[in-house]
């Protein structure tokens, strides 16, 4: 140990400052015995999910299911004790306690031997699940009106004497008497779940396509311990909360093309009604198109087009469509090749300034535009995708990101210039994390701007390929549908080329892995989520049902314990009603990517280090304190 005399001046103030937390020698060394004990404590199960689009019923019960992790306990536990068809039973009231007691209520099988078996298993799964944490964080962890009751029947030992056996046989038969059996099952399966799981990824895409972005925002605003890393429809909804019309405009074409307007209407409050009506009013012709679809198409192309012209930098003047059409033919050139249009239906474009909106779209785009700008719930969701998320993170030796980092033909890290700058890798992505904030807080037109380039640019980090929106919705021939990526999303089958990009992270470990979403993987084709020789993982598996017919499956999700790192297929989820009648848990594979080679205790992760560093800070205090450098604090003691 150093003397205090080798301290700078700077660490010895920070040590008065930490004098005042740790105010004697005893509570200093108290609190260095109990960091120690954590950080020797197995590393807690990390989930990682991926590309949630809205679909809220399958994204809950995966939570619910802690992506198998309850079931894989129960089955350790119960597996000589209990029957397949009990341990379901006893799976279907955790994941659902609610349902599940209201229909055992209905068929009168609640009775007080059921109820007592059943608190037993209970307690029993949290005794296991709580092993890998000290006693303060479990007793945090509970529901504080059951707080005491659950601490006390946690710590019942099966040799205990008779007198502490009546006592905690007590406590059972009080919560039966008292007619709290219910409220107790709550309580538990709560905290069986909250313990299954200790941390939560979710990396990009919780918005568009399926109907309830916004349940699942509601649900994650209550998660215990999550991050989020903003995919390129997250980062659409945000430069849309933040008043972009290009990005409203993509909001609204996504869940008018996907007929998932409730979301709009109902869980944001931002009425369809006038543009319904002006698209009826406007749009004759029968050609296949629906009104609505053609209205939102012009403006949005509209607006798309002056964001490019406001920008040249962007490198997007073949984005410009409406310039290019044969308005009598019917027809549009691109690249000296004519293809026909599906339709020529565009009685509001004016051919000699085709990228202005109609003085009737401009009266709807602003009055929609104030109502996401005012709607409160939305805001709430959008401030909390900015407090919880970023564009990537670095994480126990994994970097997370939804898309990818833009690189050159040659692997090399592509240089982009922002704001009249050059970046690339890291500080690419730490300028570009910046420029999304500053959208938000700002609402300057650059940054807004840069937030509907995030959407669809190639050179995006969570898009990173031409989104070909006019050409999908108006040409006939599917060869101009291409969408060119970025070259991240074929080098990334490259392990070297991996390593390069975890190095410029900062992640040097062996056991490091980039993982990402994004790029649906078709499981049907034979691809796989696990790439680069274990390097990269791609857990976009297809939660939104539209995916689900490419990929075969129905997502993926990561599990991250303290043994290693295993990921899991998961097939169609039908309903709720499903899962309560029959006990149908979601099917799954499980794959293991990767066994660490010890197992991975606290100290060995981000937060453990953070933990060890301030031991080492604790001791230094109390060195300080021996010496008599820094002088303790005991409380006066009133006379």
Not at 287 to 312: T, Y
Not at 487 to 512: A, M, T, V, W
Not at 575 to 594: C, K
Request: aromatic residues 10%; proline residues 4%; hydrophobic residues 35%.
């Amino acid at each position: 140990m150093e003397t205090c005399e080798k301290y700078s001046p700077e660490y010895l103030r920070y040590l008065e400052l930490l004098s005042k937390e740790y105010k004697t020698q005893a509570e200093t060394f108290t609190e260095i015995i109990n960091l120690q004990a954590i950080v020797n404590l197995p590393k807690g199960t990390e989930h990682f999910m991926s590309d949630l689009h809205g679909e809220y019923e399958a994204f809950y019960h995966i939570l619910n299911n802690c992506s198998g992790v309850i079931r894989e306990k129960v089955e350790m536990i119960f597996a000589n004790s209990m029957t397949a068809e009990e341990r379901d039973d006893l799976l279907t009231l955790i994941y659902y306690p609610k349902e599940k007691l209201d229909m055992l209520q209905r068929e009168k099988a609640i009775t007080d031997q059921w109820a007592k078996k059943t608190l037993s298993h209970l307690i029993r799964l949290v005794k296991l699940l709580s092993s890998k944490y000290t006693r303060s964080k479990v007793r945090k962890a509970m529901p504080k009106v059951f707080r005491f009751v659950i601490d006390e029947l946690l710590h019942a030992q099966p040799d205990e004497d008779k007198n502490r056996r009546a006592y905690h046989m007590k406590i059972l038969n009080t919560i039966l008497e008292t007619g709290s059996t219910r409220q107790f099952i709550y309580a538990l399966t709560d905290l069986i779940k909250r313990l299954a799981v200790d941390h939560l990824h979710i990396i990009g895409d919780i918005y568009d396509r399926g109907p309830h972005a916004d349940k699942i925002m509601d649900y994650l605003m209550h998660h215990h311990s999550l991050d989020i890393q903003w995919g390129n429809h997250d980062i659409l909804w945000m430069g849309a909360a933040a008043g972009s019309e290009a990005c409203i405009a993509n909001a609204l074409r996504n869940n008018i093309r996907y007929h998932n307007m409730e979301i709009l209407e109902s869980g944001y409050g931002i009425s369809l009604r006038p543009l319904a009506i002006f698209a009826l009013d406007t749009y004759k012709k029968d050609d296949g198109i629906e009104p609505m679809v053609k209205a939102i198409n012009v403006i949005l192309s509209k607006l798309e087009g002056q964001v490019i012209i406001r920008h040249p930098e962007y490198n997007m003047d073949d984005r410009l469509m409406f310039h290019k059409i044969d308005w009598k033919q019917g027809t549009i050139t691109l690249d000296g090749q004519t293809y026909e249009l599906t339709t020529t239906d565009f009685p509001t474009v004016d051919p000699q300034d085709p990228y202005k909106l109609s003085p009737e779209e401009h009266r709807i785009m602003a009055a929609i535009q104030s109502e996401f700008l005012e709607s409160e719930r939305l805001q709430r969701h959008i401030r909390f995708l900015y407090s919880h998320g970023s564009l990537y993170r670095s994480y126990n030796n994994n970097l997370l990101f939804h898309g990818g980092v833009p690189l050159n033909k040659d692997g090399s890290f592509k240089e982009i210039y922002l704001n009249g700058k050059p970046y690339k890798g890291k500080a690419f992505m730490d300028m570009v994390d910046f420029i999304a904030r500053q959208a938000y807080d700002k609402r300057d037109t650059n940054s807004l701007d840069y937030m509907w380039y995030m959407w669809c640019g190639i050179d995006s980090p969570v898009s990173g390929r031409i989104v070909k929106t006019f050409e999908r919705s108006y040409i006939v021939d599917q060869s101009t549908w291409k969408e060119p990526q970025n070259d991240y999303y074929h080098l990334n089958r490259d392990r070297d080329e991996c390593i390069k990009i975890l190095h410029e992270f900062g992640i040097d470990s062996p056991q490091g892995h980039i993982i990402n979403g994004h790029t649906p993987v078709k499981v049907k084709k034979g691809e796989s989520p696990i790439r680069a020789e274990g390097k990269e993982i791609c857990i976009d598996g297809g939660f939104c049902k539209a995916y689900q017919g490419s990929t075969g499956i129905a997502g993926y999700t990561l599990i991250f314990n303290s043994h290693g790192i295993r990921i899991k297929a998961h097939y169609p989820f039908k309903d709720v009603t499903q899962v309560l009648m029959n006990n149908a848990d979601i099917d799954s594979e499980s794959t293991q990517v990767e066994l660490e080679p010890k197992r991975v205790m606290i100290g060995d992760t981000d937060n453990g280090k953070k933990l060890l560093q301030m031991i080492d800070d604790l001791k230094a205090l109390l060195h300080a304190y021996r010496q008599g450098i820094i002088l303790e604090r005991p409380e006066e003691k009133e006379i």
